[in-house]
């Protein structure tokens, strides 16, 4: 199993991270594979471009790893990790992907249409951690009293894997998923009682072009017993990379619905509803190269 190690040096006068994987007797193979992958990643999320190579096959211990090194190297123009995507690989293990802060907007946003590479929507909920952040869940205890809000969320991911790629564990891992964009709407708040109102219903969402198109629509039905597992299991991912969910970050509630192919719409909203009301977000996606 290969290991890298990474320290991590600044370029002067670009701003930009360089990582240097130190190769060693008995690593050399698996650093050179692993740093072509960061290299492979970081060249399609940069130029927004679907991979035409396909990435190299490693494990996951490296796939992480090569994960965690394009997440530094995308740090000076996208901050820190604030919070966790996660979706399912084609053998219905969990993907993670990390939330970077200025990934995230709100209704209103105007978004830059990828040029090379489809995009997708997808419609969903992301919870915001509790001030005492989070450790192991129990079947006993409400879930949702770990967390502090339910925010409306429309998530877009660049589609950069080729096609034979697209559900490979692995190959999305190392690509982040491709996640881009994070819009999010008008918070609920989660408190012992509204809690157990919100989560006692399926939260309903509706993604809609400018002439009201119907183009996609989710549904969320939450369990004590699912959402403990899902937590425990997402807590479990974080622990073998030495993180936490801690106070205030944002986790996405689970994949509620397929995602939606968008092409050069001017405008899209999306409709949410919970037994607590109701919220929309709106935004546009412009065309590269338009101003």
Not at 162 to 175: F, N, P, R, Y
Not at 268 to 280: H, I, K, N, V, Y
Request: charged share 15%; net charge negative.
């Amino acid at each position: 199993m290969y290991k890298l190690s990474y320290p991590i040096v600044r370029v002067l006068g670009s701003g930009a991270l360089a990582l240097v994987i130190a190769t060693g007797a008995s690593s050399a193979s698996g650093s050179e594979i692993g740093q072509a992958a960061v290299d492979q990643a970081l060249e399609a999320f940069q130029s927004r471009k679907q991979m035409v190579h396909l990435l190299p096959q490693i494990d996951p211990d490296l796939a992480v790893e090569v994960q965690d090194l394009v997440m530094m190297n995308l740090a000076p123009d996208y901050g820190g990790v604030a919070g966790y995507w996660w979706t399912v690989a084609s053998n219905q293990d969990m993907v993670v992907s990390c939330l970077l802060e200025n990934m995230f907007t709100s209704s209103g946003a105007t978004l830059d249409l990828s040029g090379g590479a489809d995009q997708v929507a997808y419609l969903g909920w992301m919870l915001r951690v509790g001030q005492k952040g989070i450790g192991a869940m129990d079947e006993v205890t409400p879930w949702h009293e770990s967390f502090s809000e339910l925010i409306p969320t429309v998530v877009i991911r660049d589609k950069l894997l080729a096609s034979e790629q697209k559900g490979d564990w692995s190959a999305m891992t190392m690509t982040n998923t491709g996640v881009r964009y994070i819009v999010m709407g008008m918070p609920w708040q989660i408190t012992k009682e509204e809690g157990v109102t919100l989560f006692g219903a399926p939260l309903e969402a509706l993604l809609a072009d400018h002439s009201g198109q119907k183009l996609a629509g989710a549904t969320a039905v939450s369990t004590t017993r699912d959402m403990s597992g899902m937590i425990n299991q997402l807590l479990e991912r974080l622990s073998a990379r030495g993180r936490l969910l801690r106070s205030a970050d944002l986790v996405w509630l689970g994949p509620a619905g397929s995602g939606v192919a968008i092409g050069e719409t001017e405008r899209l909203s999306a409709d949410f509803s919970t037994p607590l009301g109701q919220r929309r977000i709106v935004f546009a996606i412009r065309s590269p190269g338009s101003t």
